[in-house]
């Protein structure tokens, strides 16, 4: 069977293709070894539940979207926040690590699509500031060319641990 971040990374894939055919696919790297384990250069990925991926950008319309580093003016904010909200509202993320310069442009986009002041809460770090432990969304440095995604922890092993769903609320 796939690890669970691949399972459900290609939900989450499949379902915004299906809805926005145009998208342009992006770079999938990284991806935890199944049963966990030390991947090479990560402090990180060791529990079968990490990936990281390239932004949706702007400008990366016939060619797959690589790592390179994404500006709020570059990134496809629209398509992104699909992406993320696809996975926050099904319940299977532990969080998302994104480069600070990002927040602000999907908590925006993520507002401006209806999303509740308490799903912001719960959703982002920003804009509490990156020293905040809340919000699943997160600043974690190095990931201005891509993100982190840590999926929860699958059901059945009780040796996994993924982090409490903190709100504003439990500030």
């Known amino acids: 069977p796939l690890p669970v971040a691949n399972e459900l990374e290609a939900q989450a894939f499949a379902t915004l ?9 992006v ?31 702007t400008d990366c319309r016939r060619v797959p979207c690589s790592f390179r580093t994404t ?8 398509r992104q ?8 509202e099904a319940g299977v993320i532990d969080m998302i690590f994104v480069d600070r310069s990002l927040h602000e442009v999907l908590y925006e986009e993520a507002r401006r699509t209806g999303a509740t002041a308490e ?9 509490r500031g ?10 974690f440095a190095n990931h201005a060319n891509h993100f982190h995604v840590r999926f929860i922890c699958p059901q059945g092993d009780d040796a996994c641990e993924s982090r409490p769903n903190l709100s504003h609320d439990d500030e």
């Open 81 to 88: 926040w699909a992406l993320f909200r696809y996975w926050l």
């Open 130 to 139: 990156s020293g905040n432990p809340y919000g699943a969304i997160r600043h």
């Open 17 to 25: 293709f299906d809805s926005d055919p145009r998208a342009p696919r």
């Open 119 to 127: 799903q912001l809460s719960r959703w982002f770090q920003y804009p």
């Open 27 to 57: 770079r999938v790297h990284d991806v935890s070894r199944a049963e966990g384990g030390h991947l090479a250069d990560h402090r990180s990925h060791q529990s079968g539940r990490d990936v990281d991926v390239a932004y949706f950008r």
């Open 71 to 78: 500006s709020p003016e570059s990134l496809d904010v629209r």
